[in-house]
């Protein structure tokens, strides 16, 4: 199955995900904000690319997005067929296992029109200098590095088609700061830095944004506010909103912050 581009330098908008169909990687895809996106994708008849580092709910998600509630990504294609989509068993903080990830993928897939860098994790609440080593490079390892990893592979294969779209999953709390959660706050800092300085490395006809989430009922929510966190939306009320404006985005939108 080939890759479905748009026309032109990418900046054809795809209004609420009707019209050309694209091809969207998605890390962190078992999970969360993660796993929402994918099947809000699927379910517009887009074809979705997944990684993480849970093999049995990369299974369970292929399966589900397999099945024939999905539509085809092309008219002629088997909604049910196992070769539509691609999950693969990936850990973002390796660089060798993104490399990997991006051979398979031109592979088998194509260039990615859209890639969202959604892989994430936090801290456990705790003063900074009581959060242990491996806890706080855990943090950057998979916030940070995990993001320049999948950029480092990428951005060269988008750049000889000349278009792309990439979404840095970022925060609130990378653009403010709260107590106890200081080295998830660092890394979504520096996600927005990282955004904007590769922005003005990027050539023309592709994109690259910062997206905050907003305050969504997630495992990573739980973690910080414990069971008031059940008073947030869920990722499922989340993802149509946000999988419209990842649609939406254009090579004008290079290097912005935004928020869903």
């Not at 581009?5 to 009707?18: E, H, K």
């Not at 085809?72 to 990936?90: E, I, K, T």
């Not at 592979?107 to 009581?130: F, M, Q, S, Y």
């Amino acid at each position: 199955m080939t890759t479905a581009t748009l026309g032109g330098a990418m900046n054809i908008v795809n209004r609420g995900g009707g019209g050309a169909q694209r091809t969207v990687l998605i890390t962190g895809v078992s999970r969360g904000l993660g796993r929402a996106l994918a099947l809000e994708m699927a379910k517009r008849g887009h074809t979705v690319i997944g990684c993480s580092r849970s093999q049995d709910k990369l299974d369970s998600l292929h399966s589900e997005l397999s099945s024939s509630a999905f539509p085809a990504a092309q008219p002629d294609s088997n909604p049910s067929s196992p070769d539509r989509h691609l999950f693969m068993n990936v850990d973002v903080r390796s660089n060798s296992s993104v490399e990997e990830l991006a051979r398979a993928v031109v592979e088998k897939k194509g260039v990615p029109d859209i890639i969202v860098n959604n892989a994430g994790t936090i801290n456990r609440n705790n003063r900074l200098w009581e959060v242990p080593v491996e806890e706080f490079d855990t943090v950057i390892d998979i916030n940070v590095k995990g993001i320049a990893n999948m950029l480092r592979h990428f951005i060269p294969l988008m750049i000889e088609r000349k278009q792309g779209i990439i979404v840095n999953m970022s925060s609130g709390w990378g653009r403010s700061a709260a107590a106890q959660v200081a080295p998830y706050c660092a890394s979504k800092w520096a996600v927005e830095g990282l955004t904007r300085s590769v922005a003005k490395e990027l050539p023309s006809g592709m994109a690259i944004v910062a997206l905050n989430p907003g305050v969504i009922n997630t495992d990573m929510l739980t973690s910080c506010f414990g069971s008031s966190s059940s008073l947030y939306q869920t990722p499922e009320s989340w993802a149509p909103k946000a999988t419209t404006m990842i649609l939406n985005l254009t090579i004008a939108d290079n290097g912005a912050s935004l928020s869903v």
